[in-house]
């Protein structure tokens, strides 16, 4: 079946390079999955018609590195957490805690709850292709609901030797030995703290990892006390950083850590969200200038890909000045970075490429001059008139969402009830 989506603004990219924004009233065709043409006017008698006159057509975003269960169980538990202790690490202190009592306390259909509601928001805001860096004990409901959902989604459940790091509530940090371990195609590591030989030697072998580093300062320091090194280091030195490597996380690192991610060729995928509640920096600006694939990731807190490219336009100045990171830079973060990073034919209308667009009614924007300038930094989830995913257009119903919205509710006061003993 045929679908062409008529008269609206194609807003996309004429290549993979920033800045390369092409602008242009246009009619799209899609067949069996793919953008099939892209013109002015094209007639198509047999297709089925979608009208965007007076909208944006946008390729759909590519969330690298999202968290699904952890952004919805720590939602409002992070802002305003204490970086006096833990390191300064939100994920020590509050995100890997909160994971393990999910997962020895919630049942399989709490589980599920939490992690659809997250991933109905992550759609809500624009995504149309995730790569989940998860816990275990979620990834199996990720995979299924998201096949659900419509949306494509790369699942990596992450492998440790002997399970998760955690922190006691008098702030000692505990690290389980590094014996053992396992680690299978398709996962990813956890992070250097609880990375044994034997798994390193099994990833060396896997086609793509993903993989936690440079994320906070306890681990750096855990690192160079260790192994002599810095956690990116640490990866090159096991041979498992090259192109197929995605670093999620990214925040700490210095010249040398950069020129290693360069050389190989690794995408970094960070969180603007994340490291301005975390209180680090976000060097996406420094990374660019060493020429480092660098896209964006929701990270553990929320799951919108809009407030992602805002306020990674906003970081990205603080990294720098106003004119060296603008509202195009955060667009292809969110859009062909994160494709770069997966190896797939993502993030841009052309032909060929997966048919994952928006449709956004520019309505509630108004009065506007500069499209996609006011979509980074003023757009809203509302402002989505339609997602399409592989030529598919994902149905958005607003009673089921209050309906998961207050499933997931349930599942996560669960959790907080038992943290209150641990770790509130």
Same mark, same amino acid.
């Given at each position: 079946m045929r679908t062409l989506v008529k008269n609206g603004l194609v807003i996309t990219f004429i290549h993979e390079g920033y800045h390369s924004i092409k602008m242009k009233y246009a009619d799209v065709l899609i067949e069996d999955g793919l953008f099939a043409d892209i013109k002015e006017e094209i007639h198509d008698p047999d297709a089925k018609i979608i009208d965007a006159e007076g909208k944006w057509v946008l390729p759909g975003f590519v969330d690298v590195g999202s968290s699904c269960a952890a952004s919805v169980l720590c939602n409002g538990l992070i802002p305003d957490y204490s970086r006096a202790r833990w390191q300064g690490s939100m994920i020590h202190g509050r995100v890997l805690p909160m994971l393990e009592i999910a997962a020895q306390l919630l049942n399989d259909a709490d589980?599920?709850?939490? %992690?659809?509601?997250?991933?109905?928001?992550?759609?809500?805001?624009?995504?149309?292709?995730?790569?989940?860096?998860?816990?275990?004990?979620?990834?199996?409901?990720?995979?299924?609901?998201?096949?659900?959902?419509?949306?494509?989604?790369?699942?990596a459940e992450e492998a440790t030797a002997n399970g998760y790091p955690y922190a006691e509530h008098s702030g000692l940090y505990q690290n389980p030995g590094l014996a053992g371990g396992r680690f299978q195609p398709g996962e990813g590591l956890y992070s250097v703290e609880t990375t044994s030989q034997d798994m390193y030697a099994a990833a060396r072998a896997a086609d793509g990892l993903m993989v936690r580093a440079a994320y906070c300062e306890y681990e750096k320091q855990f690192s160079?006390?260790?192994?002599?090194?810095?956690?990116?280091?640490?990866? @090159?030195?096991?041979?498992?950083?090259?192109?197929?490597?995605?670093?999620?996380?990214?925040?700490?690192?210095?010249?040398?850590?950069?020129?290693?991610?360069?050389?190989?060729?690794?995408?970094?995928?960070?969180?603007? %969200?994340?490291?301005? @509640?975390?209180?680090?920096?976000?060097? %996406?600006?420094?990374?660019?200038? @060493?020429?480092?694939?660098?896209?964006?990731?929701?990270? $553990? $807190?929320?799951?919108?890909?809009?407030?992602?490219?805002?306020?990674?336009?906003?970081?990205?100045?603080?990294?720098?000045?106003?004119? @060296?990171?603008?509202?195009?830079?955060?667009? $292809?973060?969110?859009?062909?970075?994160?494709?770069?990073?997966?190896?797939?034919?993502?993030?841009?209308?052309?032909?060929?490429?997966?048919?994952?667009?928006?449709?956004?009614?520019?309505?509630?924007?108004?009065?506007?001059?500069?499209?996609?300038?006011?979509?980074? $930094?003023?757009?809203?989830?509302?402002?989505?008139?339609?997602r399409m995913v592989d030529g598919r257009v994902c149905e958005h119903d607003c009673a089921q969402m209050r309906q998961e919205a207050e499933r997931a509710q349930a599942a996560a006061e669960k959790v907080w009830h038992e943290a209150q003993k641990f770790i509130l």
């Amino acid at each position: 079946m045929r679908t062409l989506v008529k008269n609206g603004l194609v807003i996309t990219f004429i290549h993979e390079g920033y800045h390369s924004i092409k602008m242009k009233y246009a009619d799209v065709l899609i067949e069996d999955g793919l953008f099939a043409d892209i013109k002015e006017e094209i007639h198509d008698p047999d297709a089925k018609i979608i009208d965007a006159e007076g909208k944006w057509v946008l390729p759909g975003f590519v969330d690298v590195g999202s968290s699904c269960a952890a952004s919805v169980l720590c939602n409002g538990l992070i802002p305003d957490y204490s970086r006096a202790r833990w390191q300064g690490s939100m994920i020590h202190g509050r995100v890997l805690p909160m994971l393990e009592i999910a997962a020895q306390l919630l049942n399989d259909a709490d589980k599920r709850a939490i %992690v659809r509601w997250a991933l109905r928001q992550a759609l809500d805001s624009g995504v149309t292709t995730l790569a989940e860096l998860t816990h275990p004990a979620f990834g199996r409901f990720v995979k299924e609901e998201a096949q659900s959902l419509g949306l494509r989604c790369f699942v990596a459940e992450e492998a440790t030797a002997n399970g998760y790091p955690y922190a006691e509530h008098s702030g000692l940090y505990q690290n389980p030995g590094l014996a053992g371990g396992r680690f299978q195609p398709g996962e990813g590591l956890y992070s250097v703290e609880t990375t044994s030989q034997d798994m390193y030697a099994a990833a060396r072998a896997a086609d793509g990892l993903m993989v936690r580093a440079a994320y906070c300062e306890y681990e750096k320091q855990f690192s160079r006390m260790t192994f002599g090194v810095s956690p990116v280091g640490k990866l @090159q030195q096991e041979g498992v950083l090259c192109d197929r490597t995605i670093v999620v996380g990214g925040y700490d690192t210095d010249f040398f850590d950069r020129e290693r991610l360069r050389t190989a060729g690794a995408t970094v995928a960070m969180s603007a %969200v994340t490291a301005m @509640q975390d209180g680090v920096p976000f060097p %996406v600006v420094t990374n660019l200038r @060493q020429d480092i694939n660098t896209c964006l990731g929701t990270g $553990y $807190y929320g799951m919108n890909m809009l407030d992602e490219m805002r306020q990674a336009a906003f970081a990205g100045k603080l990294d720098s000045n106003a004119s @060296q990171f603008q509202a195009s830079d955060a667009f $292809y973060a969110a859009t062909i970075a994160g494709a770069q990073g997966l190896h797939r034919k993502l993030g841009r209308i052309e032909p060929g490429f997966c048919a994952d667009l928006l449709v956004v009614d520019p309505c509630c924007l108004a009065p506007h001059n500069y499209p996609l300038i006011e979509l980074v $930094y003023r757009g809203q989830c509302r402002d989505i008139a339609l997602r399409m995913v592989d030529g598919r257009v994902c149905e958005h119903d607003c009673a089921q969402m209050r309906q998961e919205a207050e499933r997931a509710q349930a599942a996560a006061e669960k959790v907080w009830h038992e943290a209150q003993k641990f770790i509130l």
